[in-house]
């Protein structure tokens, strides 16, 4: 069936490096865009990153920008996120989510999405 | 970047209600809008795309309106397993943005 399984959370000290990885499994992986959401503890949701389906096009949220680059190898199905610079503010569940759209730069909803992975930043 | 307002935060109410919940966006993304439900400890699933079109399996009593910059989420009739948070997203423009959320909760 259609999968999404985050790994690589943990705990981390301010200003130390994570990365995230996300394998896929019962689709078309290659063909999707995809994203990373994170939800802070007791908060909504937040949009982090996308990369596009061929790995092109890659767009972040602020919050991130020049700190979590976006990545994926198609021939692993897997998509990461290298955390850099990590803050205390980043302490969240990190889930990845993949796009509706096929074979597009533009972007839809999040029919996917994995369990999550959690991210503490303490010292 | 377009921000998503949602309300109410929260409401409470009874198995049978019908149940309405706003979602206005601060510029036109015609009907770039997607809803989708979280409940306690598990991950968003989305339920509507494109403001109106019902994701594979999702109930008939969900339903979704709107155009432009204002936009809600119908449950036409409040069912045990309704009850959750849910949350508004564009996908009009990067940076993608999320509403706040409403809480659904049993009254």
């Known amino acids: 069936q259609v999968q999404l399984v985050e790994s690589g959370g943990g705990v981390v000290q301010p200003g130390r490096s994570l990365r995230l990885s996300c394998a896929a499994s019962?689709?078309?992986?290659?063909?999707?865009?995809m994203h990373w959401v994170r939800q802070a503890p007791g908060k909504g949701l937040e949009w982090v990153a996308v990369?596009?389906?061929?790995?092109?096009?890659?767009y972040y949220a602020d919050s991130v920008k020049g700190r979590f680059p976006i990545s994926r190898d198609n021939s692993k199905n897997t998509l990461y996120l290298q955390m850099n610079g990590l803050r205390a503010e980043d302490t969240a569940v990190y889930y990845c989510?993949?796009?509706?759209?096929?074979?597009?730069?533009?972007?839809?909803?999040?029919?996917?999405w994995g369990r999550g992975t959690t991210v503490t930043v303490s010292s | 970047d377009i921000q998503m307002t949602q309300s109410p935060s929260s409401l409470s109410a009874s198995v049978g209600d019908r149940v309405a919940i706003t979602c206005r966006a601060s510029?036109?993304?015609?009907?770039?809008l997607n809803w989708y439900q979280q409940k306690p400890g598990k991950a968003p699933k989305l339920l509507i795309y494109?403001?109106?079109s019902l994701l594979s399996g999702v109930p008939s009593r969900f339903s979704g309106s709107g155009f432009g910059t204002d936009f809600t989420l119908t449950i036409s009739s409040l069912q045990p397993e309704d009850f959750a948070t849910y949350f508004c997203?564009?996908?009009?423009?990067?940076?993608?943005?999320f509403g706040g959320g409403t809480k659904v909760a049993i009254k």
């Open positions: 989510a993949k796009d509706m759209g096929s074979n597009s730069n533009d972007y839809y909803g999040m029919d996917v």
């Open positions: 019962g689709f078309s992986f290659s063909s999707y865009g």
């Open positions: 990369i596009s389906y061929d790995g092109n096009n890659k």
């Open positions: 510029q036109t993304i015609s009907s770039y």
């Open positions: 494109a403001t109106s």
């Open positions: 997203q564009q996908s009009y423009s990067v940076p993608l943005t």
